[in-house]
């Protein structure tokens, strides 16, 4: 079966951390293109950060360059966004996203096809 499930959003205060997590079933995690999408009300979804599981390569939006890291965990099939110095502006619901070849690139959403119901994000100030 599918699956990709997001967890750890919530609401902080500017200049906090969360760190979310994407659980994956084997199929859509070993390798892959795994990205982390957010979108806020009114707004198109944009690509926040881009892992491929298997090369290890790692692309991510200009606009939290620095301040987030994505990760994985082989062993759990798992992926992470550890965001730091989160911004008002970074609220969002944030969704996990796989595809085997992103061939439409790796930080737009048409590339993915299977996707996590997602989790909010708020940052207040």
């Known amino acids: 079966q599918v699956q990709l499930v997001e967890s750890g959003g919530g609401s902080v205060q500017h200049g906090g951390s969360l760190r979310l997590s994407c659980a994956a079933s084997?199929?859509?995690?070993?390798?892959?293109?795994m990205a982390w999408f957010r979108q806020a009300p009114g707004k198109e979804r944009e690509g926040v950060a881009v892992r491929h599981t298997g090369y290890g390569g790692t692309y991510y939006n200009d606009s939290v360059k620095g301040r987030f890291t994505i990760s994985q965990d082989n062993a759990k099939n798992t992926l992470y966004l550890q965001m730091n110095s989160l911004k008002p502006e970074d609220t969002a619901m944030y969704y996990c996203a796989s595809d085997r070849t992103a061939i439409r690139g790796v930080l737009r959403a048409e590339s993915y096809h299977y996707w996590g119901q997602g989790t909010q994000v708020t940052v207040s100030s």
């Open positions: 084997k199929d859509t995690y070993a390798y892959a293109w």
